[in-house]
């Protein structure tokens, strides 16, 4: 038995932050392309996202 399961879990797949930004990058653009990009771009694209819409963040 694995001493700590949560790493194996995080190395499974792709992170949270990876899977937001390529959720929001595909309802934006409708683009594999675009989706893979902000994919490898992870969290700073889903703070991006949310700082700059309206509502967001910034309020």
């Given at each position: 038995m694995s001493?700590?399961?949560h790493r194996d879990?995080?190395?499974a797949g792709i992170?949270?932050?990876s899977a937001m930004a390529?959720?929001?990058s595909w309802s934006?653009?409708?683009?594999?392309v675009w989706a893979?990009?902000?994919?490898?771009f992870g969290w700073?694209?889903?703070i991006y996202y949310a700082l700059t819409r309206p509502g967001g963040l910034s309020g």
């Open positions: 001493a700590a399961p879990a995080a190395k992170g949270l932050g390529v959720a929001i934006l653009h409708k683009s594999i893979l990009v902000h994919g490898v700073f694209y889903v």
